[in-house]
């Protein structure tokens, strides 16, 4: 498993840096990945929906029961059968969600994927803001910040060997780019890189293990 990871985060970090100057990632878990990757479950995408964290998937299951009907569902639902939205579209979706006092807003939504409908953002961002409010999100995800915190904990330990010195001294120097590590808990098998402007000279580039 350990030796998977790393091969995983070689070819993530490879891919993302076109040029070099590596400077070392943040290692995190993320409100808005787990956010919509809950509501992608619920809305029965099959990949979201695995268990190899059972206990977590449970609790996922369980406090979110009830909002199956909540409109974002079945909105994102004719999303992927309309315009194919899934695997990594979610996740460029994720990245551009900024949570401050339970309240959301979309930003650098010019570059979200073009799988997104942007003529309905400002629709879809307020069905983020219902869900969030009516489900308690905020509650949940603060009742499991230990075990957040211990996945980032083991990812950080699996990252550890890796020589980041390789990288620049292999592709270069280059700007100010921001490298994220993101364990997510409910994307199983699957992994992404997305990336989102922060300002007109860096961007946050993402690996969602």
């Known amino acids: 498993m350990m030796k998977t990871t790393l091969t995983l985060l070689v070819i993530t970090f490879s891919t993302l840096m ?23 479950r619920i809305a029965g995408f099959d990949e979201y929906k695995n268990n190899n964290l059972k206990i977590y998937s449970e609790k996922v299951d369980n406090h979110f029961f009830n909002f199956k009907e909540h409109e974002i569902i079945s909105y994102l639902k004719q999303l992927r059968k309309e315009r194919q939205i899934a695997y990594d579209a979610i996740m460029s979706l994720a990245i551009r969600i900024e949570i401050v006092d339970n309240s959301i807003t979309l930003f650098d939504t010019q570059n979200l994927d073009s799988r997104w409908d942007k003529n309905n953002l400002d629709s879809l961002e307020k069905l983020l803001n219902e869900f969030y409010v009516l489900s308690d ?3 949940f995800y603060n009742s499991n910040k230990e075990f957040y915190e211990v996945a980032t904990r083991k990812l950080t330990e699996a990252t550890n ?27 199983g098998s699957h992994n992404y890189g997305p990336s989102v402007k922060i300002n007109c000279k860096s961007k946050e580039l993402y690996s969602i293990l």
Do not use: C, H
Not at 18 to 40: A, C, F, H, Q, W
């Open 18 to 40: 076109l040029k070099g100057n590596y400077n070392e990632p943040i290692v995190k878990t993320d409100k808005r990945i787990e956010l919509l990757s809950v509501i992608s």
């Open 137 to 139: 999100f905020e509650s």
């Open 161 to 187: 060997s890796i020589n980041y010195k390789w990288f620049s001294d292999f592709y270069g120097e280059i700007n100010q780019d921001t490298y994220i590590l993101v364990a997510g808990m409910l994307l």
